[in-house]
């Protein structure tokens, strides 16, 4: 990818040639914009169903108390301390000036995700602590005028990320801003929100922050808002119009307003991977311990096999698995999480055919269903999940990841499309890999022990026809 258009001198290029108008005007006393057509909003989706997987990267003050506060852990994730302690902004703000990481290398943590085999990358600008990680004029609160760093880690990762052709997106905590008297959710300082001018707060710090992400840091490929609180449709819209007006490439996710329509793509809750696929864009945002902003304390970390299942499982689901990270004060990113995202990438390597670019699974059954005659306590009907193998299709190709290997052979779903010869995606020889067709019409593939990569084989199994008949 070429990040090569400057977004400022595109958008004065578009508002001379009148194709957009400015975006003060739009944003503060413009009409809402039309939304944009489904055929202009799948060609901007492209890239994301393509990329399948990213980087998310929760970093902001919170990384230094790390968790603990006066000696007392904080229960749950690490970036919610201030609430969860109701520090008073006063005290919370002093954190700036001992945010100093110096070992803080754009370039590193850029090839961390490239050697993860992530195709994007989305960190927050600024989260529900109101604190900008890049150098705002809205508000002194931000990682150049209040901590001795002085560095805007944003320009330096979007410079990273443009040499290494990276894809690099901004989190942006439109609603909660527990800094500003009238953003959302700080209760303990400036009280009820239902009191608080979020308008006031809306127009004058989170639409222009919006604004100077979308400005001043090159190709913004997506804008994740998040938790959307009192976000009606109006307000919701002001947003969208602001993020077209300035890059109209770039994508919003689903968490901007009430609905989670706003957006170009579903988002789903945190670590949720929907039961069955879908043809929408969506994405699941998902942490690798149990914490986004970094716990010293929280070392419960998912394997990498456990995580390779779920991106192969996602993308079989037509989903995008964003997968995060929280970087310790000092700038460093977690050694294990490293380590794990480094195994993560071996795999994806050797069998990356298999995930981008692919098209969902054009079979289901594979990843469980309804049990018959059981319900839970509330009368709910009980979703059995079932792991064994996940399936991605190219035209012609099917992509079979399995993560328990059968002793007895692998049994094809039935299809009708004349199956041509099966072979293991890591061969490079493609030795076909024997067939039987038992008297019920099932293909079963011999496979017996062949070389394998750890955690997950991929059989290839090329058909006649671009797409699976049933
Ligand atoms: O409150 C945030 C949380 O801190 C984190 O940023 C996650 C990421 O999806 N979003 C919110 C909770 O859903």
């Known amino acids: 990818m070429k990040r090569i258009l400057n977004p400022i001198l595109m958008s004065s290029l578009l508002v001379l040639l009148g194709a957009v108008s400015l975006p003060s005007r739009a944003a503060q006393t413009g009409p809402p914009r039309a939304t944009d057509t489904d055929a202009t909003k799948e060609r901007r989706l492209q890239w994301f169903r393509e990329a399948k997987f990213g980087l998310f990267i929760h970093w902001g003050l919170y990384a230094v108390p790390a968790g603990e506060w006066k000696g007392n852990l904080v229960p749950g994730i690490g970036e919610w301390i201030m609430n969860r302690f109701q520090i008073p902004v ?24 490239k ?31 209040a901590t001795p760093f002085k560095r805007d880690i944003i320009k330096e990762l979007a410079a990273a990320c443009a040499r290494q052709g990276m894809r690099l997106g901004f989190y942006y905590s439109q609603a909660q801003d527990w800094h500003d008297p009238n953003g959302a959710g700080n209760t303990w300082d400036f009280g009820p929100d239902e009191k608080k001018d979020y308008d006031k707060y809306l127009r004058e710090k989170a639409e222009p922050q919006v604004r100077e992400i979308l400005t001043n840091y090159g190709p913004v490929c997506l804008v994740w ?65 149990h914490t986004w902003g970094y716990k010293k304390d929280d070392h419960d970390w998912k394997r990498p096999g456990e995580i390779i299942f779920k991106l192969v499982d996602i993308v079989s689901k037509g989903g995008n698995y964003l997968l995060n990270v929280g970087p310790m004060a000092d700038g460093v990113i977690p050694a294990r999480s490293v380590e794990i995202l480094g195994e993560v990438g071996k795999w994806l390597k050797a069998n990356s055919e298999a995930v981008y670019g692919t098209g969902r699974t054009p079979f289901g059954e594979e990843v469980g269903g309804y049990l018959a005659d059981v319900k839970d306590r509330n009368g709910q009907r009980v979703w059995g999940f079932r792991s064994d193998w996940r399936c991605t299709a190219k035209p012609g190709k099917l992509y079979f990841t399995v993560f328990t290997w059968p002793r007895s052979g692998f049994d094809l779903p039935r299809f009708k499309n004349k199956v041509k010869p099966a072979y293991l995606l890591i061969d490079p020889e493609k030795r076909p890999i024997p067939m039987t067709t038992g008297a019920d019409g099932i293909i079963t593939l011999q496979t017996t022990r062949p070389e394998r990569t750890p955690m997950a084989n991929v059989i290839i199994v090329e058909i006649e026809g671009d797409r699976v008949e049933r």
């Not at 988002?267 to 690798?288: G, K, L, R, V």
């Open 225 to 289: 808002f998040d938790t959307p609180r009192m976000m009606t449709p109006e307000r919701s819209q002001r947003f969208v119009d602001i993020v077209r007006a300035i890059q109209p490439d770039c994508l919003i996710d689903g968490r901007l307003g009430l609905t989670g329509k706003e957006g170009d793509y579903r988002s789903t809750s945190d670590n949720i991977i929907p039961d069955q696929a879908a043809d929408e864009a969506w994405e699941t945002p998902a942490t690798i311990n």
């Open 115 to 145: 050697d993860a085999g992530m195709r994007y990358i989305v960190i927050t600008s600024k989260h529900h602590d109101g604190f900008a990680m890049f150098h705002s004029k809205v508000s002194k609160y931000n990682v150049v005028d």
């Open 90 to 113: 006063r005290e919370y703000e002093k954190l700036a000036a001992q945010f100093n990481p110096v070992k803080f290398d754009a370039d590193a943590w850029v090839k961390v995700a």
